[in-house]
């Protein structure tokens, strides 16, 4: 730490010097001292990760952890990815996860930021509904391990849900160990987190909505369902967009919920939490970079989606 400490110091020095002396030192040079250091970065935790994980993606095991394996196999590992059940599982769980999360999230957002702007105790509901994104995915999955907690029928039920069921008169479920359905309820605690921040997003746009516009609508005689589906969601448009991509994109990458919930059993598991157990439990660190490799790849599209449609929007205003 004193070394970080005393590095960054050093060159802090070293900018506002050369900053100073900039008759005596050339202007290039400068924009590299400030540029450099962080392009490095950039190159060393990025752009050279990527490369190597996409070097080794056409690779077996690690060679150092089999050195036997480590030939070179081609497409092989996406081979692996896309023809073996188990992974054609994974691959079914994380379409089933960037389908419904977004898709709810967003619409319940939508829902509430349209009931509750402008209502008593906004600020409140607002807060509440908002709460779950101070909480980080792990203490979130903590939570919902609770709520779905499942003991014999003969037992007090500590879960939430079940003793729901048992003051209903129904049998207790197995909320986690029951496929398909379990990775619905995982699905759960991502919508529950995502909400609040679909909900913020959405609602500062719709108080953003110029209010000519919305007068000349209710002079034309429109309101409610209309005034929604005419004036209220094209106006938000843009950052129904954002909040749809960004939702999208966390969920692509969801690990945490897994790994604290199920560990990627019971048909639970995704390309993200499956890259970790690939690589570093089972070592097979050509499958796990063929599992990142795609996860960046199914990136990609949502990107360019994005940038293209954010682009029309600016050239609409």
Do not use: C, H
């Amino acid at each position: 730490m004193v070394f970080v400490v005393l590095l960054f110091v050093g060159v802090m020095a070293l900018l506002l010097f050369m900053v100073d002396s900039r008759k005596r030192v050339p202007n290039w040079t400068v924009a590299i001292a400030f540029v450099g250091p962080a392009l490095a970065a950039l190159l060393l935790g990025l752009i050279w990760p990527g490369i190597s994980t996409l070097i080794q993606s056409f690779y077996g095991r690690s060679p150092w952890y089999d050195p036997e394996r480590s030939e070179f196999v081609g497409m092989a590992n996406f081979s692996t990815l896309f023809t073996t059940p188990e992974f054609q599982v994974v691959l079914r769980n994380t379409l089933i996860w960037v389908i419904l999360v977004p898709l709810v999230a967003v619409g319940l957002g939508l829902l509430y930021a349209v009931l509750i702007d402008r209502t008593r105790g906004e600020a409140i509901s607002k807060g509440l509904i908002f709460l779950p994104m101070a909480i980080s995915l792990v203490g979130a999955s903590i939570i919902w391990r609770f709520v779905y907690e499942y003991r014999a029928p003969a037992r007090p039920q500590i879960g939430l849900l079940n003793q729901l069921l048992v003051w209903l008169g129904l049998e207790p479920y197995q909320f986690i160990l029951n496929v398909p359905w379990n990775t619905t309820f995982l699905i759960v605690v991502m919508v529950w987190i995502q909400t609040g921040f679909a909900m913020t997003i959405i609602s500062a746009a719709i108080k953003a909505i110029p209010d000519d516009i919305v007068e000349a609508a209710r002079l034309d005689g429109v309101s409610g369902l209309r005034m929604f589906r005419y004036v209220t969601i094209p106006s938000i448009r843009p950052a129904l967009l954002v909040v749809w991509v960004t939702i999208t994109m966390t969920t692509l990458k969801v690990f945490d919920i897994v790994r604290t919930m199920t560990g990627g059993n019971f048909q639970t598991s995704v390309v993200a939490n499956e890259f970790y157990t690939q690589s570093f439990r089972q070592f097979d660190f050509g499958l796990g970079a063929a599992l990142a490799v795609l996860l960046f790849v199914i990136v990609i599209p949502v990107v360019v989606y994005q940038v293209r449609q954010l682009r029309i929007s600016e050239e609409i205003r």
